[in-house]
Each structure stands twice: as structure tokens, then as C-alpha cells.
């Protein structure tokens, strides 16, 4: 399984790092540029500890109607790429879907998405999407660019949905990957996950035998690519 934290924040760096440090752990961070790049020091700290940081466009704009593949690679994947490959090193990196939005420009859904994916592949991977069981990994390789996951707390601050969702993919041999936003010490708002529930996920996992590691990591386990 997966733990991935979206957008770069700063209660990540507060209070999601260090329980995955506690535990020895390391997760997948995507970041935006525009709320990251006040703290890069601190950021790049975090990656040298061995988290992966993935990207996560430069605006997270969630309407991309009027995106060719072009403009979208120009405007919001070239720039953070840069933006990464000079504070981070130069590599492959993986990709989240902002607001889990799939699709790119107009028309139906199947080209949306094709659309997206010829944006993603010259750069990334693998991506993750939203929404959706967790992956076969027989079929990983085919669904690279649409790798699923749920952010289990966004809508309810309950770790019990994270925790199904984990048995579900212990019980059908699946890779499960969480998607994680603020982690505070009290929830204020939707994507909010409190320290209490965000502990409990992690010491539940830590009494299953699972394998916890960063996406891009388990996405080479299972394709057998280098990263
Ligand atoms: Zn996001």
C-alpha cells in the first residue's frame, strides 16, 4: 500500500512526516509549486530522507476544458518539472491528478482522457487518479497513467474507511493507495484529516502485515521498471 499526501502543505510537514518517521515509513508527497516553494528547504529535507516527491501541476487548476495537450504541458507540467528537477535532482517522477480530474479539453470523456494521458507520458511513470478499487497488479503496468485511490477521511473524519478499504485490497491481493490532504490537530473543513484519525490509519497498518512504501516505488516493484 501507498500513502500519499497532495499539494504540498504545510501541516504535512508539521505533523504527517513525523508520525511516518516514528514508524520508519516513507510516502509519496505531490506537490504544487505555488505552496511549496516557501519551504523547499524543508521540503527537500523530507526527500533526502527518502519520501518520493511527485508532481502535481503548477496552478492545480480542476477545470481543464480548454487545455490542448500542448498548452497544458506548456503551462502547467514543463514549469513544475523544472521546478522539481532543480530543487530535487532530474528524474522520472509520478504524477496526482489535481481535484482528480481526468479528463483534458473538450469533448467526450474517452479523448478527454486520451488527451491527458499523451500529456503525461513523455514525463511520468505512472499517475494516480481518484476515486476508484484498489489496483490489480497484473494490470498496473496497462493502467500506469490511472492508477487509483480514495482519500478515505475527506469527507468524514473517520479512519474506518481507509481501514475497509485496506482489508479490501488485503483480501483481493490489490495494491491500495490513500490519498491524504491537511493533517491537523483538529478537522476544520472537507480533505481535513485530524492527528487522531491519521494516527489510527497508520497504527492499524502497522499491526497487518503490510507493505508500506512510496508509489513510485511499488509501481517499479510490480512492473519491474527501473525508477
Ligand atoms: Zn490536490
Request: proline fraction near 5%; hydrophobic fraction near 35%; charge should be negative.
Amino acid at each position: 500500500m501507498s500513502l500519499t499526501y497532495d499539494d504540498g502543505l504545510d501541516s504535512q510537514l508539521e505533523y504527517a512526516v513525523p508520525a511516518l518517521d516514528r514508524l520508519g515509513w516513507k510516502a509519496t508527497f505531490f506537490l504544487t509549486e505555488e505552496n511549496m516553494e516557501k519551504q523547499v528547504d524543508r521540503w527537500r529535507a523530507v526527500a533526502r530522507e527518502g519520501h518520493e516527491i511527485g508532481d502535481h501541476t503548477l496552478h492545480h487548476h480542476c477545470r481543464l476544458a480548454g487545455y490542448s495537450t500542448k498548452r497544458f504541458v506548456r503551462e502547467e507540467i514543463a514549469p513544475t518539472e523544472r521546478f522539481l528537477n532543480a530543487y530535487f535532482g532530474v528524474r522520472r517522477r509520478t504524477f496526482a491528478y489535481p481535484c482528480g480530474t481526468i479528463e483534458l479539453g473538450a469533448g467526450g470523456q474517452r479523448e478527454g482522457e486520451e488527451r491527458y494521458i499523451d500529456a503525461l507520458r513523455p514525463v511520468f511513470t505512472a499517475a494516480r487518479a481518484a476515486d476508484g478499487d484498489p489496483n490489480d497488479p497484473r494490470l498496473v503496468g496497462r493502467q500506469r497513467y490511472q492508477l487509483q485511490a480514495i482519500a478515505p477521511t475527506y469527507d468524514r473524519d473517520d479512519p474506518q474507511l481507509a481501514i475497509d478499504y485496506l482489508r479490501k485490497a488485503l483480501g483481493w491481493g490489490r495494491w491500495a493507495i490513500l490519498i491524504f490532504h491537511d493533517v491537523v490537530p483538529t478537522r476544520l473543513g472537507d480533505g481535513d484529516t485530524s492527528v487522531t484519525s491519521h494516527d489510527r490509519i497508520l497504527g492499524w497498518i502497522a499491526q497487518t502485515p503490510l507493505w508500506c512504501a512510496p508509489m513510485g516505488e511499488v509501481f517499479s516493484h510490480l512492473t519491474g521498471s527501473v525508477q
